[in-house]
C-alpha cells in the first residue's frame, strides 16, 4: 500500500533536492569563508526534511494535475492504474508541502517564507506553466532555484550577498525540461542542442562563481564528473531522438544535479559535505532503479 504513494514523491529524485539545499550550505559557507568548522547537523537535517516535504508535494500535485492526461499516456501511474485514489494524491501532497513549510519554519522565518514560495511555483508549474513552452522550463527552474536560497538560508548573510546564484538552476532545469518534452513522442534536434549549450553555460558559471572563488582542484573535479555524467546520453539523444534515448538523457540531467551540487560543496572546502552529497549519488541511482524519475 506504501509503494504507489512513495512513487508519487519520485524517492531517486527527492536525493537531488536534498542535494541542493547541501550545496546552497556550502555556497552559503563559502561566502562568509567559515570553512567546514561551522556546520550545522540539526539546521543540515531540518533542511534535508523541508526540502524533501517541498519536492516530494510537488511532484505528487504535477501526478494530480495530470491524471487525465496520464490515463491515456502513462496508465501505469498510480493515479491512473487507481493504486492511488486521487483525492487520497491530494491529501498525501498537501500533507508533505505542510511537512516541508514546517520544518524550514524552524530554521527561521525567511527560510519559512522561500519554502512557501516554493510550494507556491510547485503549484504554478504543476497547474499553468508546464504546458507553455518557454514558461514551463523557467516555472521549474525557479523551484529548483529557490531551493538553493533555502539551502543558503542556512546563513542569512550569506543569503544577502549569493541570493543571485539561484539562477544557475534555473539554466540548467530549464535544459533538462527542455529535454524531457520529446519523452513520450521523441523529440527535435534544436531544442537538443538548445539543452546542451545550457549545459555548458551552467558549467562556466559554477567554474567562475564557484571553483574559482574556492577549492580549485576538487571542485574542478566534480565538474568533470558532472559534464562526464550529463553529455553522453544527451548526445545520443541529440543523435537518435527517440523517446527512450530522451528519456536516459532526462533521468541523467536529473541525477546529474547531484554531481552539480558536489561541485559547490568541494569549492566551499567542505569535505564533510561533498562526501554527504556524493553519498546520495548511489543511494538516488538505487531507487531509480524501483521508482520512475519522470
Not at 555556497?27 to 543540515?44: C, E, F, Q, R, V
Not at 549569493?162 to 539554466?171: D, E, N, Q, R
Request: aromatic fraction near 10%; glycine fraction near 10%; hydrophobic fraction near 55%.
Amino acid at each position: 500500500m506504501l509503494k504507489p504513494f512513495l512513487q508519487l514523491m519520485r524517492p531517486a529524485n527527492v536525493m537531488t533536492a536534498i542535494s541542493d539545499v547541501l550545496a546552497g550550505a556550502a555556497i552559503a559557507m563559502l561566502y562568509l569563508g567559515n570553512g567546514s568548522t561551522a556546520l550545522s547537523w540539526p539546521t543540515l537535517a531540518l533542511l534535508a526534511l523541508a526540502t524533501a516535504g517541498l519536492y516530494g508535494g510537488g511532484v505528487v500535485f504535477n501526478d494530480v494535475f495530470d491524471a487525465a492526461l496520464d490515463a491515456k499516456e502513462r496508465p501505469e501511474r498510480p493515479i491512473p492504474s487507481g493504486r492511488v485514489p486521487l483525492l487520497h494524491a491530494v491529501y498525501w501532497g498537501t500533507a508533505l508541502f505542510a511537512v516541508g513549510v514546517l520544518a524550514a519554519g524552524l530554521i527561521g522565518v525567511v527560510s519559512g517564507g522561500i519554502a512557501i514560495a516554493i510550494v507556491l511555483m510547485c503549484l504554478v508549474y504543476d497547474r499553468w506553466a508546464k504546458h507553455h513552452a518557454v514558461m514551463g522550463p523557467v516555472a521549474m527552474g525557479l523551484c529548483r532555484g529557490l531551493n538553493l536560497l533555502l539551502g543558503i538560508s542556512y546563513a542569512i548573510p550569506a543569503l544577502e550577498q549569493a541570493w543571485f546564484l539561484a539562477f544557475i538552476p534555473v539554466v540548467y532545469i530549464a535544459g533538462v525540461t527542455t529535454i524531457s518534452r520529446g519523452e513520450v513522442h521523441g523529440g527535435k534536434k534544436m531544442p537538443l542542442l538548445l539543452s546542451a549549450g545550457l549545459y555548458a553555460l551552467v558549467i562556466g558559471l559554477i567554474a567562475y562563481f564557484g571553483v574559482f572563488r574556492g577549492e580549485i582542484g576538487l571542485g574542478l573535479g566534480m565538474l568533470a564528473a558532472f559534464a562526464l555524467f550529463i553529455y553522453p546520453p544527451l548526445m545520443r539523444a541529440v543523435k537518435t531522438q527517440d523517446a527512450p534515448d530522451i528519456r536516459k538523457a532526462v533521468k541523467h540531467g536529473v541525477l546529474g544535479l547531484i554531481f552539480m551540487n558536489a561541485a559547490w560543496t568541494a569549492a566551499a572546502g567542505s569535505w564533510p559535505l561533498t562526501l554527504l552529497v556524493l553519498s546520495l549519488f548511489p543511494i538516488s541511482i538505487w531507487l531509480s532503479k524501483l521508482f520512475s524519475v519522470t
